[in-house]
């Protein structure tokens, strides 16, 4: 009894343990992906808060390859919302020079194709649906719909 007053109640053990997790999640996610990329999310998902590593700072270099490639993944994943010919569907036309969501400038239009638009109207599923696309395939998408349009503000850094 004497002691009590000083004594933390037991559950303070829970937002200390959390932080000091935290902490190691993101000073081991620093370490890891220094190099790569800058970008480190917070989600919280079901009241458990994620760490998220964002990879999207490897752009491959513009080549005709990557073009090509991307033209092939577009028809795959991209073309039944927004058209075989780019011009439009469910999704908006990607050939004109009208942003639902600017600016068109490819670092931008990589954000909404990696992250979705949850917001649009209607909104558009993260990476068109397909989940295991990886930023360098997204990255040859846009090639391809940057060689199709000359509008979009061509600004994507390819690594060395
Ligand atoms: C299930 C349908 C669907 C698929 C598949 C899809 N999109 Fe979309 N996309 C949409 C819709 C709907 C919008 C408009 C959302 C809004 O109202 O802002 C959109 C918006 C966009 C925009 C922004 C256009 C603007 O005017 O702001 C880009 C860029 C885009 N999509 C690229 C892609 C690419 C690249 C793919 C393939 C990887 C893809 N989309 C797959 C439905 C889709």
Redesign the pocket.
Same mark, same amino acid.
């Given at each position: 009894m004497s002691n009590q007053k000083n004594q933390l109640p037991g559950w303070a053990i829970f937002p200390a343990a959390l932080v000091l997790i935290i902490g190691i999640l993101v000073g081991v996610y620093n370490k890891i992906f220094s190099k790569e990329s800058t970008a480190i999310q917070y989600k919280e998902v079901a009241g458990v808060l994620k760490v998220e590593a964002k990879l999207d700072l490897v752009i491959p270099p513009r080549t005709n390859d990557a073009i090509a490639g991307g033209e092939k993944l577009?028809s795959q994943?991209?073309a039944?919302?927004?058209g075989q010919d780019l011009k439009g569907g #469910?999704?908006?036309n990607?050939i004109d020079n009208?942003?639902?969501?600017p600016p068109g400038k490819e670092t931008h @239009?990589f954000k909404? #194709?990696w992250n979705g =638009?949850p917001n649009?109207?209607?909104?558009?599923?993260a990476?068109?649906?397909?989940s295991d @696309?990886t930023s360098e395939q =997204?990255w040859q =998408? @846009?090639y391809y =719909?940057s060689s199709k349009n000359k509008n979009i503000e061509k600004d994507a850094v390819p690594n060395q």
């Amino acid at each position: 009894m004497s002691n009590q007053k000083n004594q933390l109640p037991g559950w303070a053990i829970f937002p200390a343990a959390l932080v000091l997790i935290i902490g190691i999640l993101v000073g081991v996610y620093n370490k890891i992906f220094s190099k790569e990329s800058t970008a480190i999310q917070y989600k919280e998902v079901a009241g458990v808060l994620k760490v998220e590593a964002k990879l999207d700072l490897v752009i491959p270099p513009r080549t005709n390859d990557a073009i090509a490639g991307g033209e092939k993944l577009y028809s795959q994943v991209c073309a039944a919302c927004h058209g075989q010919d780019l011009k439009g569907g #469910v999704g908006p036309n990607l050939i004109d020079n009208e942003w639902r969501n600017p600016p068109g400038k490819e670092t931008h @239009l990589f954000k909404l #194709v990696w992250n979705g =638009i949850p917001n649009g109207n209607p909104p558009m599923p993260a990476k068109g649906g397909r989940s295991d @696309l990886t930023s360098e395939q =997204i990255w040859q =998408i @846009l090639y391809y =719909i940057s060689s199709k349009n000359k509008n979009i503000e061509k600004d994507a850094v390819p690594n060395q």
